[in-house]
Structure formats: structure tokens, C-alpha cells
């Protein structure tokens, strides 16, 4: 088989994803591109084969919508996501991706917002589709992707390229362009949609390239959102950089066997998810049981290749971490197993490219140094802003919003942090994430969260004290946490909150911490599509009980 060999012609920054495409589609002709497992049966789709479908698509849309038209893409993660997502841009067009586990009232206001002409949709789950096909108009050109069993009456993907003379040009697609508008998942309000250009995708992966080596030996496992920057920059970019493949998951059912199946080169995990796998290792293996066995000298380099093999994971060679905070023992416990994380730092503003850890150069609890060809500096109220060709070219139809985030070319993350003498940065909070106590005392949630967060039983926690005198914590609890005794769990909690107080100054102390009765999720509308909680969700739903939970003494309550 034809390999494809990286040179500094072919990994060129400037170098759209068409471009990389085309070269894979040539070099590595036969070579399997995606792998879609459809009611538990494997499909493929060779470069070759993918590259047909693609340009199948690419014709009948350059045929009926005009170059810069807005196509919506509403799907979870599939092979026709990614086709879909080439097509879009082969025939000049922008790709609009929403979340597929949002809301009618969502996809309304997005394909409104973004003017898009038309939308491609396709794996989704019933109960979502039920929801959001409401938002979507009854004249908008919709098309149905794939055999994923949606239930739709629209136009299909499989119709069009039966009859469709496939595009035979090969267009390589303007570098100084837009390639998407990416709406941000509303932590505070309305989305936005980030205006990102081909160039700052291609500089983004171009440098991730630079400190990983991407190569077509690699396996990606695709399952994170697609609509999403970071699955959007390293996955669709970077089996391109490379000529890899692809290997998605079926279902949170499958996920587990679907993950050992792919045994992925590269794997891109949120700290929940990493909880999650430590909380089924434990399960089996007790925490003092499993240092034993693994500190002995044959046996346990034997225990952690079965570990790592039952994850889906010995494969691995670049294993991620980002978006939110990930607890530093726990960072250390996987060390221990032999599985190096790495935690990353982005944003959809900057596409997904500012600061990283990186083989030789890793410390925990920090998200690393910043990346090649990014600048940073620190405002006086230590706000972190970046600057780098990767960064957004505003928001679509905001110029009062972009003008307030962009400022000189540097990009204002809303993040707060600080650089060690080493240049590894920590981020400490967010700028506007700080609330005042009736002591008039301001408070940051986030640090404070962090901590709270190394306790395997807390799965979600959100630090608040509009109006009382001192913060209170409140949690939800882990699936570990359900298998144990409350009078267990709750003694562990209350160990916890002492140590956690321990180190806080004193108008940070929290009075309690409060078990919530109902877990926080997409659906109840508490966290976004990225599982970020919505603070202003917390204090708008709960902070008329704030007062009553904080009276009452100190320590651990049930709601």
C-alpha cells in the first residue's frame, strides 16, 4: 500500500483541508478511511470510496446554492458527518454544525441566525430528533445522511449519489475563507457562531502535527461531538494531516466494545469520561489491591497491559484531556498504569490552539506551555489572551461582541491563570465567574471546584453564595457513588470539605456541601451540549433555596 510521506511542501500551513483530502484520496486510494459500525455490523468507506460520495454531494450542492451559502449539519458523530463536512466545503459552501442533543428552541435560532440554506442530518438519536425537528422550518432544503434509521421523510444522501455525476474537478478552496461558523453552547446566553477560516484550521493542526507526529498508521475514535472545536480540530484535520482513519462509536451501549475494537493511536477524553474508566478499574480491582499488584515487578507490567487492553487504550500513544479541569491525582493514577494524559487548552475562538502538555515538557495541574507560533500575555486582572493566525475572525453578525473579545489581534479568553517560572500556565477561573458573599466578599468558584473535584463520589459541582454569608458547594454524585452506602458516601464528603477548607482563606470556607436529589444534564437544560454547567442555570433555578441550605450548621446535606 501507498503511504503518504509528510514534507514541508505537503504539511504546509497554508494548505486547506481539500488540499490534504486530495492527496489521500490519490496516495492512499485504497486505504480504509472510516469505519461506521451500523446495529452492530462494520461498515467501510476507502478513501476512494469516500472521496466518490463526497463528490457526488459536493456536485448537486454547488449545482443548487451559490458559493458562501450556509449549509446547517445536524448529526451525531458518523462517517457521513465527515464526508458530509467535505462535501460542504468542495463546493464552496460554509458548513453550520449544531449539537445533536440540543433543543427545538436552539436549532430554530441557529439556522435562523446563521441564514442557512439548507440542512444535511443524519445518525440521531429518536427521542433528540423528536425534539429538534420541530425547530427545523418546513421550507428548508433538507437532506437525510446515511442508514442510521432517522425517521424522516426528506430527500437522501443515497438517492443523490445514485443519480449524480460525481464533481470531477478537484477545487482546492480558498485559504483566506470561511470553512465553518461553530455556535458556542451558550454557557451564558444566546450562542454565538464563531466565524473560523481554512487558514486558522490548517495552522491549528499544523502545529498539534509539529508536537504529536501524526502518520497514516494512526486510529482515531471519533465520539466526542463533531460539532464541537476540539473533536472538529484534531479529528477531521488530523486523519487528514496523516492519511489515517476513523473509527466511531455506535452507541453509549456499544461505546466500550466499539473503543476496544478501534484501539485508537490517539484519544481525546473530558475528565468525566476519564472518571468514568478509573471508577470501572476500581471496580475491579480495590485501590489497595490494585497498588499492590501493580508495584510488583513481572506481574503488575502484566496487570496494566490487561488494564489498558480492557479500556481499548494499549494502542495508544497520544492520550488528551481538556475543556474542563482534571484533578492531578488523577492525572497520577493513570501515570501509574503507564498511561501518560496529556492536558490541552483551547477554545472555540481560537480553534481549539493556545497551550498544551507535551511529551518532555508536562506538568500536572497546569495546562502546559503555550504552542508554537501562539503569543500570550496576562492583563492586569490576569485574564489570559492569545494571539495566532488559529484565532476566530469574529462572531457572525456581532461586531459589538467581536469588538469586545478581539482586541489588536488578541483574542480575550474570559479565562483567569498564571505562569510558573517553568512558563506552564494554571488557569485559575474565569473573569466573570467570581460572585460576591452578603459579606461583599468575592469569591472564585473555580479553584475551589477543582478540589472538591478529586473526590471519586462527586461527579458534578458547582460552587455558589449569591446573598449568603459564605459559599456553599453543590454536587452531584458519581454512578460509584450509587453503589455505596449514603452513611459511606457522605462521611467521605464530609472528609473532603475539611480538607478542602483546610486550604481556602477564610471568606472562601464553605458552609456545606449539598447533594442534589435530580442529576444535571443536557436535556433538564443545566449543562450545555458540552456538558459545561450553566451558572446562571444554578443560581436562576436554586438561588431562592441558597438561604435555607446555608442555615442550619455546617457539614453534608441531602437536598
Not at 32 to 49: D, E
Not at 333 to 345: A, H, P, R
Request: aromatic residues 8%; neutral net charge; glycine residues 8%.
Amino acid at each position: 500500500m501507498a503511504t503518504l510521506t509528510k514534507t514541508k511542501e505537503t504539511v504546509d500551513t497554508l494548505t486547506t483541508s481539500l488540499e490534504k483530502f486530495y492527496r489521500c484520496e490519490s496516495k492512499l486510494a485504497d486505504k480504509v478511511f472510516l469505519h461506521q459500525p451500523i446495529a452492530g455490523q462494520w461498515y467501510t468507506w476507502t478513501y476512494k470510496q469516500a472521496g466518490q460520495e463526497i463528490r457526488k454531494m459536493a456536485a448537486y450542492l454547488k449545482e443548487n446554492f451559490s458559493p458562501g451559502a450556509k449549509i446547517a449539519l445536524l448529526s451525531r458523530n458518523c462517517a457521513h458527518w465527515i464526508m458530509a463536512d467535505l462535501a460542504i466545503n468542495m463546493a464552496g459552501c460554509i458548513n453550520v454544525p449544531l449539537y445533536p442533543n440540543t433543543n427545538r428552541g436552539t436549532v430554530s435560532y441557529v439556522l435562523d441566525h446563521s441564514e442557512s440554506e439548507a440542512l444535511l442530518v443524519g445518525k440521531m438519536l429518536d427521542s433528540d430528533w423528536q425534539e429538534m425537528r420541530n425547530g427545523v422550518p418546513e421550507n428548508l432544503a433538507t437532506i437525510k445522511m446515511g442508514g442510521y434509521g432517522l425517521d424522516a421523510d426528506y430527500k437522501t444522501w443515497e438517492s443523490i449519489c445514485e443519480t449524480q455525476a460525481p464533481l470531477e474537478e478537484s477545487p482546492k478552496g480558498d485559504i483566506n475563507g470561511d470553512q465553518t461558523i461553530i455556535y458556542t453552547s451558550g454557557t451564558t446566553g444566546k450562542p454565538k457562531g464563531v466565524v473560523i477560516g481554512a487558514s486558522s484550521l490548517s495552522f491549528s493542526i499544523a502545529q498539534f502535527d509539529l508536537i504529536f507526529d501524526l502518520n497514516e498508521n494512526d486510529r482515531f475514535f471519533s465520539y466526542l461531538p463533531l460539532s464541537h472545536i476540539a473533536e472538529r480540530m484534531l479529528i477531521t484535520q488530523g486523519v487528514l494531516i496523516g492519511g489515517s482513519s476513523i473509527h466511531f462509536a455506535e452507541s453509549l451501549d456499544t461505546f466500550a466494545d466499539n473503543l476496544k475494537y478501534a484501539r485508537p493511536t490517539i484519544f481525546l477524553a473530558v475528565p468525566r469520561i476519564w472518571t468514568k474508566f478509573q471508577m470501572g478499574v476500581l471496580a475491579k480491582f480495590p485501590p489497595s489491591r490494585l497498588k499492590l499488584l501493580t508495584s510488583l515487578p513481572i506481574l503488575g507490567n502484566v496487570i496494566k497491559k490487561k488494564i489498558k487492553e480492557a479500556l481499548g487504550l494499549d494502542a495508544a500513544r497520544v492520550t488528551l484531556t481538556g475543556a474542563a479541569p482534571m484533578p492531578v491525582s488523577m492525572l497520577e493514577w493513570y501515570k501509574k498504569l503507564g498511561i501518560q494524559i496529556f492536558d490541552v487548552y483551547g477554545m472555540t475562538e481560537n480553534s481549539a490552539l493556545s497551550h498544551a502538555n507535551r511529551p518532555g515538557n508536562c506538568k500536572f495541574g497546569t495546562v502546559g506551555k503555550v504552542m508554537l507560533g501562539v503569543e500570550m500575555k496576562l492583563t492586569e486582572d490576569g485574564e489570559i489572551c492569545v494571539k495566532s493566525p488559529a484565532n476566530m475572525k469574529g462572531y457572525y453578525k456581532m461586531p459589538e461582541k467581536t469588538a469586545d473579545t478581539l482586541k489588536d489581534g488578541w483574542l480575550h479568553t474570559g479565562d483567569k491563570g498564571v505562569i510558573d517560572s517553568e512558563g506552564y500556565v494554571k488557569i485559575t477561573g474565569r473573569v466573570k465567574d467570581l460572585f460576591k458573599t452578603s459579606k461583599a466578599k468575592y469569591v472564585a468558584p473555580n479553584p475551589i471546584e477543582q478540589k472538591l473535584s478529586a473526590n471519586p463520589f462527586i461527579e458534578q459541582v458547582c460552587v455558589v453564595g449569591n446573598g449568603i454569608p459564605q459559599p456553599i458547594a453543590l454536587v452531584v454524585l458519581s454512578e460509584a457513588a450509587g453503589e455505596k452506602e449514603q452513611e459511606e458516601v457522605k462521611e467521605s464528603l464530609a472528609e473532603t470539605l475539611k480538607d478542602v477548607n483546610a486550604t481556602l482563606e477564610h471568606h472562601e470556607i464553605l458552609q456545606k456541601i449539598v447533594v442534589m436529589k435530580e442529576d444535571w444534564t443536557v436535556e433538564n437544560g443545566v449543562l450545555t451540549p458540552t456538558l459545561k454547567i450553566k451558572r446562571n442555570e444554578v443560581d436562576q433555578r436554586f438561588e431562592s433555596d441558597y438561604e435555607n441550605w446555608y442555615a442550619g450548621g455546617k457539614g453534608v446535606v441531602y437536598q
